[in-house]
């Protein structure tokens, strides 16, 4: 069955001039193994390529069990001088959440 | 033990969360952040046009409600509401405590302002060009750190006021002169960058920029409770909130801000400090209390970041909206007229679809909106150039689409910012001491 992230974790974007950092925080810390599994780091550069133009590296917090993406290229060239809409990508949270896996 | 409150989250933010925090929350200090990167080259702006100016817009109205509060309570405030200009700022908090018949001793911090110090082949970390590619630098200014803010306490001034200051330092300065920690202990360090970097943002730890409804419920969530630290010896602490107000704090809200901008878990560097944030544990305690333990670092850089603001032209914008059926066809024909009649003569031409993939930049799924607004944006190298990207969009009035209405247009002049590394050794830290007095002091 396929499930979208929004189901299964939350997420909180954050930005550093041209670059994007996506958190990914399974609601059960249960799911963490299945989710650090299944939510790769391809899966989420093909799910955000009209989004992140460069790299995407993930790092792993077992601490918390969570993953963080950190996107490269992802913001339009940055806050202060974007011309999109959410300057910050602070929406952006919600496109990772969007993607879906196979539970 | 200390309490550390954290009382704006960023220059614009709410009032009333600080005041009830310096009120009930028994703090030994209070922390306001206001400072976000491009806040210092936009009040660099202000001060070349007054020199008076250049410390933050809001610090009269905070500084009326605070003062009275924490000048009975004994908290001492940090903040880098002094922007571009600490020592005015300092001279204006005297002035309102003169006027409020208040005896208070501000400490001015100054000596990031490196602008003088950027040399021509300096190189920008995002482009590794010399900064001599950057046009029209405006300011530039170093993130400091604990070793800015330590001198400051030790004057024993009621409120310390800074320019440029990373975040964290703001609240680990405070750990360190009250337990009196070594700043070469990279663990303790680390702790309390760990704590002050989860305070750093105010609501955003609180239950602020979390809440999804039937998703992530908050608790009365227009009374928005700020939190504050009490801090252990050992570089643990208590995270919570004054009782009664709304918001929560718990682990998943830890996670998140924990995780917020953070280009690397394992080496989150700062001026004082690399920490290490998967070190460190968290655990719910109680409603709303959530306990920090643990947490290593390592020795921190040999140099600092320096932000580089520059000017970078205008952008000029133009919104119309459409509804009802064949809306999104409608603003894609009117975004079709913009493009063909402004391609030629405005770089960056960008048309968003508001409603439909504005903020996304794409869509996931099918979407077939009952109303959409056509926004356009451009970027020019002069105000009256970014202003015709407005008047073609409400032009589009008499002469778009059927059915557009609301059109609004807008110009922004952009401040642009690009970072630098600098040794140490080139920065020159200043404490600088305004006092004022109670009227009858001043008469015995």
């Given amino acids: ?103 | 033990m200390i309490r550390i409150g954290s009382g704006a989250g960023f220059s614009g933010d709410r009032l009333e969360p600080a005041v009830l925090l310096a009120e009930k929350g028994d703090l030994d200090y209070l922390v306001l952040e206001c400072l976000a990167e491009r806040t210092i080259a936009l009040a660099q702006k202000r001060k070349s046009q007054n020199p008076l100016l250049g410390y933050d817009p809001l610090l009269e109205k905070r500084m009326e409600r605070l003062l009275p509060i924490i000048c009975k309570n004994k908290t001492r405030i940090i903040t880098n509401m002094g922007a571009a200009n600490p020592i005015g700022a300092a001279e204006k908090i005297v002035e309102i405590a003169q006027r409020l018949g208040i005896s208070i001793k501000v400490a001015a911090v100054t000596g990031d302002d490196v602008l003088k110090y950027i040399n021509a082949d300096d190189r920008v970390l995002e482009t590794n060009e010399p900064i001599s590619s950057v046009q029209h630098v405006i300011s530039a200014n170093a993130y400091l750190g604990v070793e800015a803010v330590l001198p400051a306490l030790e004057t024993g001034a009621d409120v310390i006021i800074t320019g440029r200051i990373a975040d964290p330092s703001l609240f680990l300065a405070p750990m360190i002169h009250h337990f009196g920690w070594s700043v070469e202990d990279v663990d303790l360090l680390a702790r309390g960058t760990i704590i002050g970097h989860l305070l750093e943002c105010g609501g955003q730890l609180a239950g602020g920029y979390f809440a999804d409804p039937g998703k992530k419920d908050i608790p009365n969530f227009a009374e928005l409770g700020f939190p504050f630290a009490e801090v252990e010896s050992d570089g643990s602490a208590v995270i919570s909130k004054i009782e009664g107000t709304g918001g929560l704090i718990n682990l998943a809200t830890t996670k998140e801000q924990l995780l917020y901008e953070v280009m690397n878990p394992y080496e989150y560097i700062t001026p004082d400090v690399i920490a290490d944030f998967t070190s460190v544990y968290i655990r719910e305690i109680g409603p709303n209390r959530v306990e920090i333990r643990g947490g290593r670092g390592n020795k921190k850089p040999d140099t600092l970041k320096v932000s580089v603001g520059y000017q970078a032209g205008f952008i000029g914008e133009g919104e119309i909206s459409y509804a009802g059926s064949n809306a999104l066809g409608r603003a894609k024909l009117a975004g079709e007229v913009i493009y063909e009649r402004l391609k030629e003569e405005v770089q960056d031409l960008r048309i968003d679809y508001i409603g439909v993939s504005s903020v996304h930049r794409t869509t996931y799924g099918q979407s077939h909106p009952y109303e959409v607004r056509l926004r356009v944006a451009g970027r020019a190298a002069t105000l009256e150039e970014a202003v015709k990207v407005g008047e073609e969009v409400e032009a589009l009035y008499t002469n778009g689409p059927a059915g557009g209405g609301g059109a609004r247009k807008y110009t922004n002049e952009v401040v642009g910012i690009v970072s630098t590394l600098m040794p140490r050794n080139k920065i020159d830290v200043q404490i600088t001491i305004r006092e004022s007095v109670k009227n009858e002091e001043k008469i015995v």
């Fill in chain 1, 1 to 103: 069955m396929k499930k979208k992230l929004y189901e299964l974790a939350h997420s909180r974007a954050g930005d550093k001039g041209n670059t994007l950092m996506l958190s990914l925080i399974p609601y059960n810390e249960k799911d963490y193994p299945m989710i650090r599994e299944k939510v790769t780091v391809e899966k989420v550069q093909k799910h955000l390529k009209d989004i992140v133009e460069g790299d995407i590296v993930c790092y792993e917090v077992p601490n918390i069990s969570a993953l963080q993406f950190v996107c490269h290229q992802a913001l339009l060239g940055g806050v202060t001088t974007s011309l999109g809409m959410d300057t910050h990508g602070k929406s952006l949270s919600y496109a990772l959440l969007e993607m879906e896996i196979e539970v």
